[in-house]
């Protein structure tokens, strides 16, 4: 039997208003439940097996959201802040009704994937360090990138914290004063790939992730926008 929740907050969480809006549309007749005139909003329904209407239309209930967003320089991970702006600023009202928080973190001047969600289990699942969670990421570094390098990231790096670094692959596609190459970590220690490159003498000056797992960065995402998974997609990530 699915879990009987709060009408007022079904409805918030859905996009329909404020918690306070929606008491007061509930009080104004605009809500029924199973085919009834329902006015008050503490009624606890189960919202997957009632058919609960919203001004004579049906809801389509969802207790999640997932969305994959391409994250641009300037903005950071956080759910809100007093001076920058952060990813929650770029969705729409209809999303963040649901208060999603963005699984893991990066860095203000990185982009790429960054998964948004209020689904607690998945994004423990995907962070925890049990899981190893391969996360790639298309860099450009300063500096000659060698087979030297490569070894490094294998054998792992000493970033200064009490364990080196987890076996990580790096993939070089050029080497010249500034170097390009693909490299996947399997944790998520703060600035991790920075303090990797910084260690062997390098120094990143552009970091996108491309996949998380087997989530991989739509192409047709431009940097700011996002879209919700598809069901593929998630069935990929709850495996």
Do not use: C, W
């Amino acid at each position: 039997m699915a879990k009987k929740e709060r009408l007022d907050k079904i409805l918030s969480n859905l996009g329909y208003g404020t918690r306070k809006e929606i008491k007061g549309k509930i009080k104004a007749g605009l809500v029924k439940v199973e085919g009834k005139i329902i006015k008050d909003s503490s009624l606890k329904v189960n919202p997957g097996d009632s058919l609960i209407e919203f001004n004579n239309k049906e809801i389509d209930y969802r207790k999640y959201i997932y969305l994959l967003m391409n994250k641009p320089q300037g903005v950071i991970s956080a759910t809100d802040d007093n001076y920058h702006k952060t990813v929650i600023d770029l969705i729409d009202n209809e999303f963040k009704a649901f208060e999603p928080f963005p699984v893991g973190r990066l860095d203000k001047d990185t982009e790429g994937l960054l998964l948004l969600t209020n689904d607690g289990k998945l994004a423990h699942n995907l962070l925890s360090p049990k899981k190893h969670i391969d996360k790639k990421y298309y860099v450009e570094v300063k500096g000659e990138l060698t087979s030297k390098d490569e070894i490094a990231f294998k054998d792992g790096i000493d970033i200064g914290e009490k364990d080196i670094t987890l076996p990580a692959d790096l993939q070089i596609i050029s080497s010249g004063k500034i170097s390009t190459g693909y490299v996947t970590i399997r944790e998520g220690k703060f600035h991790q790939v920075k303090r990797m490159f910084k260690e062997l003498g390098k120094e990143v000056v552009y970091l996108k992730r491309v996949s998380m797992g087997e989530l991989l960065l739509d192409p047709n995402l431009r940097l700011g926008e996002y879209r919700e998974l598809t069901t593929k997609e998630l069935e990929k990530l709850n495996k």
